[in-house]
Structure formats: structure tokens, C-alpha cells
């Protein structure tokens, strides 16, 4: 048995190779049990309010019970939360669950345009928005299914009169809350006032149930709801769990959970995985501001820390960190993008804290491979497969591979998702019959079971843990009059680890970089914004007329003065 899954042979201690999945029939259950569990244990913490499990009980509930019996919404029916971490998130996120409705994630810094592809694909019914976003929700709401909008500002839940007052200085002093009309919508303490007058309903969930449609680029660009249900999700949660769970004590743990909880990184390893332990959720809203990040941590005894490689780096170069406490930090863990080695070095030696890099994907809610926490060195390696885990690598005619030899990252387990929503054509290109995930990485095994991933998908760029498809790019920058012909492709960058580089052919002779990156900040979210635009008289393509882009990255960089 081991010989076909040699990493059992590597586990560390107390980590079985198989997880009862049956033990728990949906995420609820699972939060059910917490809140109980836990009940005076506080859950979630943002700008210095804690809410307790029992709070967090109290107040999904509420808006559970708005949701059916206020706004007659169904088992099944989709809701989308559009919002950074606060602590809106998860009330609005586990009451939604609880009504047994399919939560869609939103990236709050969506453009118009990708926004409206997301909620109409999703033919989601109701909308939880921050104030600073309702703006653009606005542009595109007549246009889409959406019949409920719930508003909040970030100090709604802060009390008085600290919440009135964060909520001025957001809108008239820092002006980072654009005006906007949306005459139906109900504020979000109104919602869960009206839910406390309805009677709560139990709404019976199994594995097969969606619990998320979580939207990624896949690997063709156009965004698709990857299908989680609870089943993936108890899954995925119990897989973590058992692989964390030797070096984490129950009602203890404080997490920092500094990447948005839209993010199923952040949503399944943090928020799912550690409230099943009775941890606290130290919610960051914007870890962009590194000064203020630090000063968070240092209130917090916090004894584990998710990221992606661009988060740790950037802690590392912020005055005041390495002074922090770290004697209770036990755990940093490190996905959605590569960790470079320079990077987990030296977060090592600072905090003493061996930053371990995991792998995942969407389409697998999301962990594959999580390096065993007991390693007292960076390895250049993704881990090992969780629990119930089956990783295999193939060549290209489907043929598995022997040990050592470099092919396509193949997944098969309880996690993998059901399929994409409503693309049974896209489905089929990832997900066989026999339910094996093609992930389109190519990685290697060495003999003792530890996987290393050698090349991505081709053309996909990854901007600080989030997939950037060219494709995507691409079909919005062609939206510009003044552009014939256009490529996008990923090159390095030291702060974000790729960004995106654009290679245009003109239509109109006049058009100028600046004219077409104000024409990206219009149309596309910050991290799939071109940070380099050349222009070029036309593009390598092969004979069939396709854009070759990978010529267009094998080239030898120009020198500045002749790059257009």
C-alpha cells in the first residue's frame, strides 16, 4: 500500500492516513458543534470588537432567519458577499449556510464588468455589499437577478461610539466611500433586527449539497463557479484539521487572517478549519497597510498566521516586526503562490517559525499537499498529500509515471470539487469519471513521497496568490478602440512574484501606455493590471494564426531604450 503512496511512510506522528468524512453531514454541523462547544470562547476579532461563539451563533441565526422568512429565500438559492474581513463576513457567511443557501464569494475590488459576469453566472438573488463598493454594484444591479441588497459600513458591528465614528472618518475625511444610490437595499443591523422576529428554520444538508460557488479563472480565463460542496468542504476542513491538529490545543489558538476570507485559502484554512478548534479569528481588513498590520499583532497573542509569500515579505520589511512577540507562534503557513526560499529564510530566523509551504487549488477547497509543520527547514517542496488524498503524476496520454519524472499534478479525494456550475464541457476537461483532477501543473515526487511543482499551467500569471488568466486580459484590453492585437504574459516581479506585461499592436497610431493603463484601472481589478505595456508592430503567431505567447516570454528582455 505504502509503495503506491509512499508519503504514508512520512507522516508525522498522529497524522492518519484516512479522515471520517461521515462525521459531520454539512459545514453547519460543524459550526453547530462549535457554537455549543464554545460558546463564551470568542471567534472573531476586527478593530478591537471580539465576538463570542455564542454571539456569532445568535446573529447567523438572525440573518439565517431573514433570509427565509423575511426575504422567502430558498434552500439552494444564491447569495453573494461582497466585502473585505469584517465581522459581517462571517455572520452573513454562516447564517447564509445555515438557510442552506449557496454562498458566492466576491472579490470587493471587482470592476463593473467582472462583477456583473460573476452575479449574473451565478443568477445569484441577493447581495451582502460594504458601503465602500455599493457604488459599483449600482452600475450594473438592473442588469442582473439581483431582487435583495444588504448594506453595512465597517464599523456597523463596533458599538457605540467607536463603529459612528470609523464610519465618518471612512467617508468624509479619508473619501474612500463613493457615494451611492441603491434605494431598496437594507442595512445590514436592520436585517438582522427584522431575522430576530422570525422563527429560526433547520434546513436539512448533506455532502452532495453546494455550500459555495467559489469562481476561478480555471485554466481558459473566463471566471467559472467551482462547485464545493459541504461534503468537500467537511473534507477539506477535517484535512487540515488532522494535519494541524497535533500541534494545536482546542479553545486556544489565536489565527491571523490577514487574506480575505473570499479567498478559499483563507475561507477554509482559517475561518472553517480553526473555528472547528475553537480558535480566534483575528480578522485584518487591510493588510496592505503594513504599518497598521504590525500594530494589530502586536496586541494580539496570536500563535499562527496564514499568508502568501508577498504577505510574509512585506511583514518582514515593515519597521517594528521583529520585535513582535512570537513565543506562542507555532504555526505560519504559506500557499496560493509559491514561497520563495530567500523568504521563508529569513521568516524562520526571525520568529523561529518554520514558514511551510502548502499547495491547493479552488477546484479542491482547496488543500492537496501541506509540508509536515515538524520540518525544521524550508524544502523547496509543496508537502506531502493530506489525509485521503490520492496525487499522482501523469503524461500526457494519461499514463502515470514512475517516480522522479516530471508530468502533469493529478488529485483525486473528498475535497475535489463536484464540477464547474452550469459548464459541463468545461468540467470535462479537468474532471474524468473516474473523478481524477487534472490541476494543468506540472510537479515531480521523489521517493519519499514529497511533491515539487516543476512548471504551471502555461500561460497562467500569478499575482500575490491570485490567478491572473492572459486570456482575460486580453478579451479587456481588445474592448479599447484603439487596440489591434494584444498578449499578455507573466514576468517576475520582486514584491508581488509575477506581474502582468502587455504586448500591444495598434490600431490607432496616437494611442499612448497611458492612455491604455487608464483603460486597465477602468476595466480590471488592481492585480490583473498590466505593470509593463510595449508596443509592438505585430506578435509572434503560429500557423494557424494563434498568438504564440510563450515565444513572446522566451525572449530576451529589450533594453529600456527601445521598449516601445
Known sequence: MSNERPWLDHYPDGIPAQIDINEYASVVAVLEESFERFRDRPAFSNFGKQISYGQLEEMSRHFASYLTGELKLNKGDRIAL???????????????????????????????????????????????VLDNFAATLQQVVAETHIEHIVTTGIGDLLGFPKGVLVNFVLKHVKKIVPAFQLPQAVRFRDALSRGAAHPSLKVALNHDDIAFLQYTGGTTGVAKGAMLTHGNMVANMMQAGAWIG??????????????????????????????????????????????????????????????????????????????????RLHLTLGGGMAVQRAVAERWKKVTGCTLAEAYGLTETSPAVCINPLSITAYNGSIGLPVPSTDVAIWSEDGQPLPMGEAGELMVHGPQVMKGYWQRPDETIKVLGSDGWLHTGDIARMDANGYFYIVDRK???????????????????????PGVAEVAAIGITDEHSGEAVKLFVVRKDPSLTIDELKQFCRDNLTGYKRPKIIEFRDSLPKSNVGKILRRELRDEKPMPAATAG
Not at 288 to 310: H, Q
Not at 458 to 480: Q, T
Open 82 to 128: 461582497m466585502m473585505p474581513n469584517v465581522l459581517q463576513y462571517p455572520i452573513a457567511l454562516f447564517g447564509a449556510l445555515r438557510a442552506g443557501m449557496i454562498v458566492v464569494n466576491t472579490n470587493p475590488m471587482y470592476t463593473a464588468r467582472e462583477l456583473k459576469h460573476q452575479l449574473e453566472d451565478a443568477g445569484a438573488k441577493a447581495i451582502v
Open 246 to 327: 497535533a500541534n494545536a490545543k482546542f479553545g486556544e489558538e489565536v489565527i491571523i487572517t490577514a487574506l480575505p476570507l473570499y479567498h478559499i485559502f483563507s475561507l477554509t484554512a482559517n475561518s472553517l478549519a480553526f473555528l472547528r478548534l475553537g480558535g480566534l479569528n483575528w480578522l485584518i481588513t487591510n493588510p496592505r497597510d503594513m504599518p497598521g498590520f504590525v500594530k494589530e499583532l502586536k496586541k494580539s497573542k496570536f500563535t499562527a498566521l496564514t499568508g502568501v509569500n508577498t504577505l510574509f515579505n512585506g511583514l518582514l520589511n515593515t519597521p517594528g516586526f521583529a520585535e513582535l512577540d512570537f513565543s
Open 458 to 480: 502555461k500561460d497562467m500569471i500569478l499575482v500575490s496568490g491570485f490567478n491572473v488568466y492572459p486570456n482575460e486580459v486580453e478579451d479587456a484590453v481588445m474592448l479599447h
